[in-house]
């Protein structure tokens, strides 16, 4: 797909609640212990937000900050400080990014007025088109539902990860996602992680859209840790959102 340096870019996606965000900071911890000279982007694409608790960062500006003092400079009467803000995003976007030891964090933010993403959505386009050849891999936590594939904002992905729990509900938007990416998303691959699940639940999870990867029971450590705020580095090794995890990542040959 990509006319970036092999640029892996991974998409999460799902409905809400279905534990997307857990998943997404599994696959970055993973990726900086099997790849340590890469150079690995998280997007939280989430306007919720969970994904710095999650990796344990804590960001001073998000995209949609950047992009609230373009807009502002504009409405002040200044159009040309806000031409030379545009002309500047890339730098003020790596002003923003969270530098880790093993990888960098970015945030959508979350837009003040209630309602629609799609001007911050926009930008996301724009931002994560810029970005890619500057990282080897790119893990974005999107929002939950379907807006942001609906819009394009993920149109250029490697890897889409679609996430569902056992119920029909969250198989149903799984599939319905995978069924809108496949007219306006340019994918290499895809596949499907079954969070939260009971074995005995296994026979009755209906998904047709794509092939799952990998089933992962209910992960109480990591819920603990959710609650408490601690971060996924934390959890160990063998627990069984790293474990599945893991597996995904193994089948769509990114380790």
Do not use: W
């Not at 092999?6 to 997404?24: N, W």
């Not at 993920?154 to 198989?171: A, N, Q, W, Y």
């Not at 809108?180 to 639940?201: F, H, P, Q, T, W």
Request: glycine share 6%.
């Amino acid at each position: 797909m990509s006319d970036t340096h092999d640029t892996k870019i991974l998409t999460v996606a799902g409905k809400g609640g279905v534990g997307k965000t857990s998943i997404s900071s599994a696959m970055v911890r993973i990726l900086t212990e099997e790849y340590p000279d890469a150079r690995i982007l998280a997007i939280d694409a989430d306007p919720a937000i969970g994904l710095t608790t999650a990796l344990g960062v804590e960001p001073t500006d998000t995209l949609d900050g950047i992009r609230k003092k373009i807009v502002n400079s504009v409405e002040d009467g200044h159009p040309k400080e806000a031409i030379e803000m545009l002309n500047e995003a890339r730098y003020r976007i790596f002003d923003t990014m969270v530098e880790e030891n093993k990888f960098s964090f970015l945030a959508i933010g979350r837009p003040e007025a209630a309602g629609c993403y799609c001007k911050v959505n926009a930008y996301l386009k724009e931002v994560i088109s810029l970005l890619t050849n500057d990282f080897d891999y790119v893990v974005i936590d999107g929002e939950a539902g379907i807006e942001q594939i609906n819009r394009r904002v993920m149109e250029k992905v490697t890897h889409l990860f679609l996430i569902t729990d056992p119920s029909r509900k969250g198989c149903k938007v799984v599939d319905t996602i995978k069924q809108v990416a496949d007219e306006l998303v340019m994918y290499d691959k895809c596949g499907v992680i079954v969070n939260r699940v009971k074995e005995e639940s296994i026979p009755y999870v209906k998904v047709e859209s794509a092939e799952i990867l990998t089933y992962i029971p209910d992960d109480k450590t990591h819920a603990d840790n959710d609650i408490m705020g601690v971060s996924v580095f934390d959890l160990p090794e063998d627990s069984p959102v790293m474990k599945g995890t893991r597996e995904a990542l193994h089948k769509m040959d990114l380790i």
